[in-house]
Nanobody, 126 residues
Framework: VQLQASGGGSVQPGGSLRLSCATS????????IGWFRQAPGKEREGVAD????????HYARSVKGRFSISTDVSKNTVYLQMNNLKPEDTAVYYC????????????????????WGQGTLVTVSS
């Protein structure tokens, strides 16, 4: 199982970024993917997850309405579209994978995922 996050960068408040999580070594449409972030001096926190077997998605309250998670099975890639970015969104963002089935509910806890990619840095600053 391999995951590679990319797409981070620097953006002004109110701007947008799209993160990508390229996956390999497993059947993406049978697995669940989570996006997490970790700001300096803070614990890693869940941002969004998608259960690909039924398409269910969940979002942290802090990003609901601004972020959107989606999967392109043909490209083995999961995306995190981030709009209306705020300085508090600044963090290293990680994607993670595990075999959680439909009905699992929210998966916004790091301990629920066994497989992780390296992070990509998002900086929101004027």
């Amino acid at each position: 199982v391999q995951l590679q996050a990319s797409g981070g960068g620097s953006v002004q408040p109110g701007g947008s970024l799209r993160l990508s999580c390229a996956t390999s070594g497993f059947t993406l449409d049978q697995w669940s993917i989570g996006w997490f972030r970790q700001a300096p001096g803070k614990e890693r926190e869940g941002v969004a997850d998608i259960i690909n077997r039924d398409g269910a998605t969940h979002y942290a309250r802090s990003v609901k309405g601004r972020f959107s998670i989606s999967t392109d099975v043909s490209k083995n890639t999961v995306y995190l579209q981030m709009n209306n970015l705020k300085p508090e969104d600044t963090a290293v963002y990680y994607c993670a994978a595990d075999r959680w089935p439909p009905g699992s509910g929210e998966l916004l806890l790091p301990r629920l995922f066994a497989h992780w990619g390296q992070g990509t840095l998002v900086t929101v600053s004027s």
